[in-house]
């Protein structure tokens, strides 16, 4: 703001926005050098200002012009280049001015970076578009991979079951080629007569065991395991184990129970345990079959012992005094396709065998004796182990062996 009271002119200036800050206020007395004086310095002084104010104007203006001239000189040339016709109407380029012109080229340049933006709007759509679908196309495919896995495991476990089903047709061929031979007689003896009937019922233990084994079959295919535990006698699961084991000819089979220990029952699902136990035992005798010779030299045997703990958990443990698992495949024992030296083997028997003992809440490990002296699997299942009431039987089958 600007005042004249007698010979002092003031100025204000307002501090802060809106003077919030407070208003500083010049003043000057000029009775010393007389009004006219003043105007003319201050006129000189103001057009001094405007002129350095024009020159920063125009400076900062040609700056911009020139970068305007660099983008129009090679937008013309890309035209001239790629692309023909006017960049503006003939009947009116003599006639415009450099400005003219400039705009002419910087308005064709707004107008294609706008058709661009909109160009780069609807790619983005696309490639958006396209994304979903080819992460559509991953899940399909990742799904039909699934799929394609599913059916090679369901062929191969097949094919594994198939096996149990072989070994368990063995078994009741054997059996039955025993019985023949001993009822083909004109006289029979008692003692003949009771060994028919062992046989007999170990026929039907390996009929069930088949008719199991489909059933199996049926629950894999359906992508379940379903657990059907019974209560067992001791000496009725070993049983069942013999029954399977018809194949197994000249062959020292031994089952061992802690010396003292109390008469127990088992509460598992014996089928499955049992496929688990003959698959061990199976592969000591295959083993036996291709290597007979032991590490001391003594006759080949295979030992399944049942060590209960706590009277809750029961140790079963396979032992054979063969030769030792191979170091390539002793920590992936477990893993399906995993097998060494068997033509006819798939590499499932363990992977399975391990899936039916988690399935109880147990464990399996393979493991080979101090010195190469044997091989150990060891199978942990809890809580599966019953006390027996006092008036179950258990036979005799302590620290001394039992031959099968």
């Known amino acids: 703001f600007f005042g004249q009271i007698g010979n002092k002119v003031s100025f204000q200036i307002p501090v802060g926005k809106d003077g919030t800050h407070g208003i500083l206020v010049i003043s000057q007395d000029i009775s010393a050098v007389g009004g006219i004086f ?48 006017d960049l503006y109407p003939t009947e009116t380029s003599d006639g415009r001015t450099l400005i003219g012109q400039r705009i002419a080229v910087l308005e064709e340049l707004w107008t294609r970076f706008q058709s661009m933006q909109e160009e780069l709007a609807q790619n983005v759509e696309e490639l958006e578009d396209s994304k979903q679908k080819l992460e559509q196309t991953v899940t399909d495919l990742q799904v039909a991979k699934q799929k394609e896995r599913r059916l090679v495991e369901l062929g191969n476990t ?166 030792p698992i191979p170091d390539s495949i002793i920590n992936n024992l477990f893993q399906s396709y995993q097998t060494e030296g068997k033509e006819m083997g798939t590499g499932l028997g363990l992977s399975i065998s391990k899936q039916l003992i988690e399935a109880h809440g147990g464990g399996i490990r393979g493991f080979n004796l101090l010195d190469n002296r044997g091989v150990v699997f060891e199978i942990i299942l809890p809580d599966c182990v019953i006390p027996a009431p006092s008036r179950t039987v258990q036979k005799q089958s302590d620290s001394i062996s039992l031959s099968a």
């Open 158 to 323: 097949v094919a594994e079951f198939g096996h149990d089903i072989r070994n368990a047709n063995g078994s009741i061929s054997s059996f039955a080629n025993l019985l023949l031979k001993m009822l083909d007689k004109d006289r029979i003896k008692a003692i003949e007569v009771v060994q028919a009937l062992t046989y007999i019922r170990r026929i039907k233990n390996s009929s069930n065991n088949v008719t199991g084994l489909t059933t199996d079959i049926l629950d894999f295919a359906a992508g379940r395991m379903e657990i059907r535990p019974e209560i067992y006698q001791l000496d009725e699961f070993q049983e069942q184990i013999e029954s399977q084991l018809g194949f197994i000819d000249e062959l020292l089979l031994h089952y061992r129970v802690p010396a003292g220990q109390p008469v127990f029952l088992l509460r598992i699902d014996g089928r499955k345990i049992i496929r688990v136990i003959v698959n061990l035992v199976k592969n000591a005798w295959e083993k036996f079959q291709d290597f007979p010779e032991t590490k001391d030299d003594k006759p080949a045997f295979i030992e399944v012992r049942f060590i209960p703990q706590n009277m809750r958990e029961l140790k079963i443990q396979i032992v054979d005094n063969g030769g």
């Open 38 to 85: 003043f105007w003319i310095r201050s006129l000189i002084s103001g057009s001094v200002v405007m002129l350095i104010v024009a020159l920063l104007v125009f400076k900062l203006t040609r700056r911009i012009t020139d970068q305007v001239d660099v983008l129009c000189r090679h937008f013309v040339k890309y035209r001239r280049e790629n692309e023909s016709g």
